[in-house]
């Protein structure tokens, strides 16, 4: 089945460091979705990726998807103490809305003040 | 706009008992998913409905664990009987009609332990 590795699992960084997380899929994807979890809270969506090479931004946060559509990455510029949390990709497979997200594990970004 | 509602929030069950979960979507999205999510790992896809059908149940273990949408809007999601591993968290999330791609809501989710 599809599966989706993200490095790296933590990432320790001075506040005003950036920060990336990187995303592989075994799998050519139709779709990938970036979601943040706050400690003891749910997911919350981030950003979807659809078309080859795309890259989104959202003020300091830099999304980009693979021109093959089986990576991605997310950038964060200049960290902040609200940026803490657990950073998923989450990828769809080529059957587009019926396939059901595949998680990577997460990277968990801890901000040192 | 209500978010994603499920209850309850915390069970505490011996192996081998039962335990039922609830989840109300978005109001107006038809999809609807149960994830698990164990400490330190991503979310795991149990069952995906598409109004009151079953679109995706392959990882779902089916000799323990069931769900139904009965009438297309909120859904139940049981265990029966429970393992120690099947302590985790249990994630609902909701999104527009298939057709998408489109973001999922999630819920708070419900974080069950078994002793």
């Known amino acids: 089945g599809q599966q989706v590795m993200q490095i790296p699992q933590y990432q320790h960084v001075q506040e005003g460091e950036d920060f990336t997380t990187y995303c592989n899929s075994s799998?050519?994807?139709?779709?990938i979705q970036w979601y943040k979890q706050r400690p003891g809270g749910h997911p919350v969506f981030l950003i979807q990726l659809v078309k080859s090479g795309e890259v989104k931004k959202q003020k300091r946060l830099t999304f980009q998807f693979g021109e093959a559509k089986k990576n991605s990455s997310l950038h964060i510029t200049a960290t902040q103490t609200t940026d803490v949390g657990t950073y998923f990709c989450?990828?769809?497979?080529?059957?587009?809305?019926?396939?059901?997200?595949?998680f990577g594990k997460g990277t968990h970004l801890i901000i040192q003040p | 706009e209500a978010g994603v509602a499920q209850s309850p929030r915390y069970k505490i069950i011996e192996k081998r008992q039962s335990v039922a979960f609830w989840c109300n979507p978005i109001?107006?999205?038809?999809?609807l998913y149960w994830y698990q999510q164990i400490l330190g790992q991503g979310p795991k896809l149990l069952i995906q409905f598409q109004n009151n059908g079953v679109v995706d149940d392959s990882q779902l273990p089916k000799d323990r664990f069931s769900a139904e949408r009965l009438k297309g809007v909120d859904s139940t999601l049981k265990i029966q009987p429970a393992k120690l591993e099947d302590s985790a968290v249990y994630l609902c999330a909701s999104s527009q009609l298939a057709g998408g791609p489109f973001e999922q809501f999630f819920g708070p989710g419900t974080r069950l332990t078994v002793l």
């Open positions: 799998t050519t994807l139709s779709n």
């Open positions: 109001s107006g999205h038809a999809t």
């Open positions: 989450a990828g769809q497979g080529s059957g587009g809305g019926a396939d059901g997200l595949t």
